[in-house]
T-cell receptor, first 114, second 111 residues
Framework: DQQVKQNSPSLSVQEGRISILNCDYT??????FLWYKKYPAEGPTFLIS?????DKNEDGRFTVFLNKSAKHLSLHIVPSQPGDSAVYFC?????????????FGPGTRLSVLP | DSGVTQTPKHLITATGQRVTLRCSPR?????VYWYQQSLDQGLQFLIQ???????AKGNILERFSAQQFPDLHSELNLSSLELGDSALYFC??????????FGSGTRLTVV
């Protein structure tokens, strides 16, 4: 049973528009969430995080929103750029403690079209 | 360069063989994690070590094993390889709070 779901395997967006990537989770114990970006032939790289004490975290063009009651988070990229084309993974963990392991979603492939 | 080093980058081997994947974590990171990414699949957690001790196990097959050495590098041993073991194997390390830093992965092809 998938605890972290990303129901859109792929998403295409025009350059300059907003990209919205969604993630749902089933485990109510999850308390800390990350987004990773992965280019082909490279390892995933950390993008942005959010803990359950917040409902929004912003870093430049990237904003993550968390709705704990709906067990849903989303990543907004504004404006989208061709270099944002990658696979985006959502990851969740029960708490932000030392040496924990995260559960990853299956990923969403974002294509930003020029 | 993320600071997490994985070797080799590519590995081609035959069914039934055994291979060892190596990971050197970022300097100062005590935790090492191994993940498997099969074609069109997400990242599946295999196993975690913390300062030499196994901390958590995920969907790791009995044919697979890992260890973390005193210098904190880790090895993932895959034996009796099957075609379905072909995948990208990622190692990640962390210092504690926050997320992981991933290596660039080892692509294993079993023929």
């Amino acid at each position: 049973d998938q605890q972290v779901k990303q129901n859109s395997p792929s998403l295409s967006v025009q350059e300059g528009r907003i990209s919205i990537l969604n993630c749902d989770y089933t485990n109510s114990m999850f308390d800390y969430f990350l987004w990773y970006k992965k280019y082909p032939a490279e390892g995933p790289t950390f993008l942005i995080s959010i803990s359950s004490i917040k409902d929004k975290n912003e870093d430049g063009r990237f904003t993550v929103f968390l709705n704990k009651s709906a067990k849903h988070l989303s990543l907004h990229i504004v404006p989208s750029q061709p270099g944002d084309s990658a696979v985006y993974f959502c990851a969740a963990s029960p708490q932000r403690y030392y040496g924990q392991n995260f559960v990853f979603g299956p990923g969403t492939r974002l294509s930003v079209l020029p | 360069d993320s600071g997490v080093t994985q070797t080799p980058k590519h590995l081609i081997t035959a069914t039934g063989q055994r291979v060892t994947l190596r990971c050197s974590p970022r300097s100062g990171d005590l935790s090492v994690y191994w993940y498997q990414q099969s074609l069109d699949q997400g990242l599946q957690f295999l196993i975690q070590y913390y300062n030499g001790e196994e901390r958590a196990k995920g969907n790791i097959l009995e044919r697979f094993s890992a260890q973390q050495f005193p210098d904190l590098h880790s090895e993932l041993n895959l034996s009796s390889l099957e075609l379905g073991d072909s995948a990208l194997y990622f190692c990640a390390s962390s210092e504690g709070e926050g997320g992981y830093t991933f290596g660039s992965g080892t692509r294993l092809t079993v023929v």
